[in-house]
C-alpha cells in the first residue's frame, strides 16, 4: 500500500531531467590559443571562428561559446598559467609557440602546472606534419591536427576534447550513444573533424528540432551523440572495453599502431574483437587499400574508400545506411522494407501496425534499440533493453515493445509545456503555451507539480486510480500584452471602477490576431466542457496568492457550430482579462503594495473534469485540502492539514458554502457532524453542475453564466449520490451509511471516509506532503474527482490547482483566561495569525439584534460604505459579524468581496444560536485573508472561553449607524493579540 511515509527520501522533478543534467558537465568554456597575431587572424576572421562557435552552441542549445585567449609565446602562456588568479583554462591549442620550444616540451610543462589541461597543436606546417604523422601518434603528449582553413577545426577540437572528458560518465555509466573513429592519420581525423563530426551534429540537430519544449531541446541536446577518437589499437580497445554498451558504430582504418609499430591488419583483428564482445554494432572499414571493398563484403561491414573524392558524401551516406543516423526501417522476412519511420513519434504507430515478425527482426538487430539512442531517447532505449526477449515469440516481443513505447509516451512529455500546434490533442501532451510571454503563477505551479509527480508517483501507488493534472493550453501574458495594447484599454482599465462597463468594453475588444487561428482550431478539436482559468504574474506568489481574486469562468462548449463554440471562447477568455481590473482586484493589488499597471494576465484553457449527465455536467466531487490547518479538531495537528470536499463542482467550497471537513489522518473524526442535528444543519444541500441546456444560461457578463446549483434529488437520480451520501432513519433519529434505504441524505462521504471505497484520505495526505516538500512551506491544493460509473473504481484524481499558503512563524505567548472579561473585547481559541497589533481604534459591528440572514446582501452595501470611508482615510478597523465572511451563501453568512471590507485589519466570525457555522478556511476568501495577515478570530456560540463584549460595544457612541451596522471609535488603541501555537487570541480595550 502507498503511503506518504515513502516521501522521506529526496524528491526530484524527474528521474531523467536529472539523468540528462549529469550528461555533459565537463564544458570548455575557456580556450587558450598560442599562435602569431596573423595566425589569430588567419583563425578569427578568415576562418569567422566566433560566427561559428557562436552558430553551433546556439543550435544546440549547450549554453555560451567558450571564450578564445590569445597568447603569442610559450612563455607568456605557462606564465598565465601559473597565475592562478587568472582565467583558468581546459584546452590550449597550439598553432606556433613564438619561440625555439617544441610543442612537446611546452606541454609537458604545461601538464606539469595543470594536469587536467587538454593540449593540441594544430598547424598548416607541411614540414611539422610530415615530422610526426606516422609515427605512433599515441606516445606524444598532445593531439595533432591540421589546419582545414576554417574555423570549424577549432569547434570539432572543442567538441571532441569535451566528449572525451566527458566519456566515463556519460557513455560509461549513463550509455549514452557514441562513435568510435580509428585513425592515425593526422590529414584524414582532422578532415573527419572539420566536417564529418559536423555531420553527427547536424543529424543530432534535426532530431532536437522535432522537440517542441526549448527545455527539452537543451536537455536531451546533451545526449548527442559523442565521437570519440582513437588513433591506435591501445586507445581502441579502451573505448571498446569500457563503452561498448553505448557504441552505436565504429568507423576503423585498415592499418595502424599496434604496441608501437604500424600493423596492416588492426583494423581486421579490430573488428573481430568488437565482433566478439557486441556482433550487433555496426562498423564501417574505411581504407585505401584495394583490397579493401573485398574485405569489408566479407567480413559483412560497411565501406569508405579512402581516396574516394567524395568522401565527405560517402561518410556522411554511411552514417545513414549503416550507423542508423537515419530513417528507421522495418523489412520483411526477405529484407524487403516495408515500413519507414522518421521520428519517435511515428514509433508507436509502427509498432502497432507493423506485423510482428518485422518488429522482431527489428529489435533483434539492434537497430531499433541504437536508433533510439541516436534520436536522444535513452529512456525509452533503456525501458525495451530491460526486456528478456530472446526466447519470446514474435508476438510476445511486439506486445512487450508496444507496451514499454506507450508507457513511456505516457509519461515522457508530462511537465513540459510545448508550444502549442495544431496535434496537440493527438500527441498526448499535458501542457501546451500558446506566445513567449509568461504562464502566471496558477500554470506555472500546475506544470511544477506534474513533473513531480511525473518523477515520485509511482504508476500503480493507488489501485485503480489514476492520479494526474489535466490537459492544459496556457495563453501566455504575451496576447494579454498585445489585447491591451490594440485595443487601448490599459488607461481606461485602471482608471474605471465600474466593472460592468469594465467587463462589457473588453467584450467589444478583439483578441489579437496572432491567436485567432490557433484558437478556433482548439474550439474545433474540443468539444467537451471548459474551464477558461485565470493565470496572472501575481497568483499564486509565495506571500501573496490573490486566490479567487480572479475569474474562471466555465463553458459548455456544446454547440454544433464551431462558429458558436469559437465565440463563447473568446468570450471567456476576454471576461478572464477584465476580472484583473475588477474593484475587488484592485484592491487586493493595492494591499499587497503592487500597482495595478504591473499586473498582468495569462489564462489557462482545460478540460472541466467530470461526467454529463443529462442536461448537467459535473464530477461527483470536488475538495480543497490545506497541508497546514489553522483549525485542528480532537488529536490533529496543524501539520496534519486538513480537506473540504463537496459533491459537484468545487465552487461550493471555494466560495464558502456548504462542505465536509477532514484531517486526512483521521478521516472518521468529522468535528462539524458531533451529533445528528449537527448532521443534519451542516451538511450540503445544494451542489454546483455546468448547465449544459442552453434556455438556463445567464448573461455574458456574469461569471457563473453557464453554471446552476441543484438539490441532492438530481444527484441520486444521475447516480452520482451513492458512495457520497448517508441517509437519515427519522423513527430512529439516526444517520444510516449509504442511500438504499428511504429518508433524507446527508452528504457524509461515509462510504469514502469510513470504508475507503476510494482512497481519497490516502491520495490528499500524500498530495499535500509532497506539495509541501516540493514547494518548500504549507501548500494548498484543489482537485476534482470522477468515480466509476458502476463502482467507486476505477476511477480518475485530477489535481487542479496548487498554490503556497502563508504560515507565519513569529508568534507571541497569550493566556486568554488570565484576562478580566471586562477588560476584554474579544477572546477565543479559534483565531488564525499571529503577533500583536496596536493601531486599531475603530470597530465596524452587525447588530446582534437587528441581523437577520435573507438581509445580508443589504448588510453588504452598509459594510462597504464604511469600508470605503475608513479605507480612504487609512485607518484599519475591527469588522465582527454572524457566520462566515465572504461566503457566496447569505444563509451561511455576510457575502462580501475583498474590496468591500478591504480596510479591516482584524475580522471576527462571531456564531448565532441560529448560525453555528464550521470556520471557513476552505475559501478563497479565507486564503487571501490570510496571505494579507490579516487577523481571524473565529467565536463559536456559548463555547468556553469565547466572548465578545457586545455590551462595552454598545455602550460606545456611534460614529456612524445604520439599519445592521454599527461603526464605533476608542479613544485608545484596542491591542490585538494573537498566539499562532495555539490559536488563542485577545482583544485588550483597556
Known amino acids: 500500500m502507498f503511503s506518504p511515509e515513502e516521501l522521506n527520501g529526496k524528491l526530484q522533478l524527474r528521474r531523467t531531467d536529472f539523468l540528462l543534467k549529469n550528461l555533459n558537465k565537463f564544458r570548455v568554456q575557456n580556450v587558450m590559443l598560442l599562435c602569431s597575431l596573423y595566425d589569430y587572424y588567419t583563425v578569427e576572421e578568415d576562418g569567422m571562428l566566433e560566427d561559428i562557435l557562436g552558430a553551433t552552441h546556439s543550435a544546440g542549445d549547450s549554453g555560451n561559446a567558450p571564450v578564445i585567449t590569445q597568447v603569442s609565446d610559450a612563455t607568456t602562456a605557462l606564465k598565465i598559467l601559473k597565475d592562478k588568479s587568472g582565467n583558468y583554462f581546459e584546452l590550449i591549442i597550439c598553432m606556433s609557440t613564438g619561440e625555439n620550444t617544441s610543442f612537446e616540451e611546452f606541454t609537458e610543462n604545461a601538464l606539469e602546472i595543470q594536469p587536467s589541461l587538454a593540449v593540441t597543436v594544430l598547424t598548416h606546417n607541411r614540414e611539422e606534419l610530415r615530422k610526426i604523422n606516422g609515427k605512433n601518434p599515441g606516445v606524444i603528449p598532445y593531439r595533432l591536427f591540421n589546419w582545414m582553413g576554417t574555423g570549424e577545426i577549432i569547434q570539432g577540437i572543442i567538441q571532441l576534447t569535451e566528449d572525451a572528458r566527458n566519456a566515463p560518465h556519460d557513455c560509461g555509466e549513463v550509455n549514452a550513444p557514441c562513435v568510435m573513429l580509428v585513425e592515425d592519420d593526422v590529414l584524414f581525423y582532422s578532415k573527419y573533424l572539420h566536417q564529418g563530426m559536423q555531420e553527427i551534429h547536424l543529424k543530432s540537430r534535426q532530431v532536437l528540432e522535432r522537440m517542441a519544449s526549448q527545455t527539452m531541446r537543451k536537455l536531451k541536446s546533451r545526449t548527442r551523440t559523442k565521437l570519440l577518437l582513437a588513433v591506435n589499437m591501445e586507445e581502441a580497445e579502451y573505448i571498446l572495453n569500457n563503452y561498448s554498451n553505448s557504441l552505436v558504430g565504429v568507423v576503423t582504418d585498415m592499418r595502424f599502431h599496434r604496441?608501437?609499430?604500424?600493423?596492416?591488419?588492426?583494423?581486421?583483428?579490430?573488428?573481430?574483437?568488437?565482433?566478439?564482445?557486441?556482433?550487433?554494432?555496426?562498423?564501417?572499414?574505411?581504407?585505401?587499400?584495394?583490397?579493401?571493398?573485398?574485405?569489408?563484403?566479407?567480413?559483412?561491414?560497411?565501406?569508405?574508400?579512402?581516396?574516394s573524392t567524395t568522401l565527405m558524401s560517402d561518410f556522411s551516406n554511411m552514417l545513414i545506411d549503416s550507423l542508423d543516423f537515419g530513417d528507421l526501417i522495418f523489412e520483411d522476412d526477405t529484407e524487403k522494407r516495408i515500413r519507414k519511420v522518421t521520428g519517435v513519434r511515428e514509433l508507436g504507430i509502427a509498432l502497432d501496425k507493423l506485423p510482428a515478425k518485422s518488429i522482431h527482426l527489428c529489435w533483434s538487430s539492434g537497430r531499433m534499440s541504437r536508433w533510439l539512442k541516436i534520436q536522444t531517447e535513452l529512456e525509452l532505449a533503456e525501458e525495451m533493453d530491460e526486456y528478456d526477449l530472446k526466447n519470446c515469440t514474435s508476438e510476445e516481443v511486439k506486445h512487450a515493445l508496444l507496451s514499454a513505447f506507450r508507457s513511456w509516451k505516457a509519461d515522457q512529455r508530462r511537465g513540459y509545456v510545448v508550444p502549442y500546434s495544431r496535434s496537440f490533442h493527438e500527441e498526448d501532451l499535458v501542457f501546451s503555451r500558446l506566445g513567449n510571454g509568461s504562464m502566471g503563477g496558477k500554470g506555472r505551479g500546475l506544470a511544477f507539480i506534474d513533473r513531480v509527480l511525473v518523477a515520485n508517483l509511482k504508476e500503480d501507488a493507488f489501485k485503480k486510480v489514476t492520479v494526474s493534472v489535466p490537459n492544459t493550453v496556457i495563453i501566455t501574458t504575451q496576447f494579454f500584452d498585445e489585447f491591451m495594447k490594440i485595443n487601448d484599454l490599459h488607461q481606461f482599465a485602471i482608471d474605471c471602477d465600474d466593472d460592468n462597463k469594465i467587463q462589457r468594453t473588453f467584450q467589444k475588444a478583439s483578441l489579437p490576431a496572432t491567436i485567432l487561428g490557433d484558437l478556433r482550431d482548439y474550439a474545433r478539436t474540443v468539444t467537451a466542457p471548459l474551464a477558461i482559468r485565470s493565470s496572472s504574474l501575481l497568483e499564486d506568489a509565495m506571500y501573496q496568492p490573490f486566490a479567487g481574486i480572479y475569474a474562471t469562468k466555465m463553458l459548455p462548449n456544446n454547440s454544433r457550430d464551431l462558429t458558436v463554440r469559437f465565440k463563447q471562447l473568446s468570450s471567456a477568455i476576454k471576461f478572464v482579462y477584465a476580472?484583473?481590473?475588477?474593484?475587488?482586484?484592485?484592491?487586493?493589488?493595492?494591499?499587497?503594495?503592487?500597482?495595478?499597471?504591473?499586473?498582468?494576465?495569462?489564462v489557462l484553457l482545460q478540460q472541466v473534469v467530470g461526467r454529463q449527465h443529462d442536461d448537467l455536467f459535473y464530477p461527483h466531487f470536488s475538495g480543497v485540502g490545506r497541508s497546514y490547518d489553522f483549525y485542528p479538531a480532537g488529536s490533529a495537528k496543524p501539520e496534519d492539514g486538513v480537506v473540504n470536499v463537496a459533491l459537484g463542482l468545487g465552487k461550493a467550497i471555494v466560495d464558502g458554502g456548504m462542505s465536509l471537513r477532514f484531517t486526512p489522518k483521521y478521516p472518521r473524526v468529522l468535528p462539524q457532524f458531533g451529533t445528528v442535528k449537527d448532521m443534519m444543519d451542516n451538511s450540503q444541500k445544494q451542489f454546483y453542475a455546468v448547465q449544459m441546456d442552453t434556455s438556463y444560461w445567464g448573461s455574458k457578463l456574469d461569471e457563473d453564466q453557464y453554471i446552476t446549483s441543484h438539490d441532492l434529488s438530481t444527484s441520486e437520480n444521475d447516480g452520482t449520490l451513492e458512495f457520497l451520501a448517508s441517509t437519515y432513519d427519522i423513527p430512529n433519529e439516526r444517520v444510516m451509511d449509504g442511500i438504499t434505504r428511504p429518508g433524507p441524505r446527508v452528504v457524509s462521504f461515509a462510504h469514502i471516509l469510513k470504508n475507503d471505497v476510494f482512497p481519497l484520505a490516502r491520495i490528499s495526505d500524500y498530495l499535500l506532503k509532497l506539495g509541501e516538500k516540493s514547494m518548500g512551506c504549507p501548500v494548498e491544493i484543489e482537485f476534482a474527482v470522477t468515480l466509476g460509473k458502476k463502482r467507486a473504481l476505477p476511477a480518475h484524481f485530477s489535481l487542479l490547482q496548487i498554490r503556497p499558503m502563508v504560515v507565519n512563524n513569529d508568534l507571541v505567548d497569550i493566556d486568554p483566561s488570565t484576562f478580566d472579561d471586562e477588560k476584554l473585547l474579544c477572546k477565543t481559541d479559534k483565531a488564525l495569525g499571529n503577533g500583536t497589533i496596536q493601531s486599531i481604534r475603530d470597530v465596524v459591528y452587525i447588530k446582534p439584534d437587528s441581523f437577520t440572514a435573507s438581509k445580508t446582501k443589504n448588510i453588504v452595501k452598509e459594510v462597504e460604505a464604511i469600508n470605503r470611508k475608513l479605507f480612504e482615510a487609512e485607518r484599519p478597523f475591527i469588522l465582527i459579524g454572524p457566520g462566515r465572511w465572504g461566503s457566496s451563501d447569505p444563509w451561511l453568512g455576510i457575502p462580501v468581496t475583498w474590496s468591500q471590507i478591504c480596510g479591516a485589519k482584524v475580522i471576527v466570525e462571531a456564531s448565532q444560536k441560529n448560525m453555528n457555522i464550521d470556520p471557513s478556511q476552505g475559501s478563497h476568501f479565507f486564503q487571501n485573508m490570510t496571505s494579507l495577515g490579516v487577523v481571524y478570530f473565529t467565536v463559536p456560540h456559548n463555547r468556553p472561553g469565547s466572548m465578545i463584549n457586545w455590551d462595552w460595544l454598545n455602550s460606545m457612541k456611534a460614529v456612524s449607524e445604520t439599519q445592521y451596522t454599527r461603526h464605533v471609535s476608542s479613544d485608545r488603541p484596542i491591542k490585538v493579540m494573537v498566539d499562532g501555537r495555539t490559536g488563542k487570541g485577545a482583544m485588550l480595550i483597556r
Open 259 to 307: 604496441r608501437g609499430t604500424h600493423d596492416k591488419k588492426a583494423g581486421v583483428n579490430l573488428i573481430e574483437k568488437i565482433r566478439e564482445r557486441n556482433p550487433d554494432i555496426p562498423i564501417v572499414l574505411q581504407t585505401s587499400e584495394h583490397d579493401g571493398a573485398d574485405i569489408a563484403k566479407a567480413m559483412n561491414v560497411g565501406y569508405i574508400n579512402k581516396h
Open 579 to 602: 476580472s484583473t481590473f475588477m474593484q475587488s482586484a484592485k484592491s487586493y493589488i493595492r494591499a499587497t503594495n503592487h500597482r495595478v499597471e504591473e499586473e498582468k494576465m495569462a
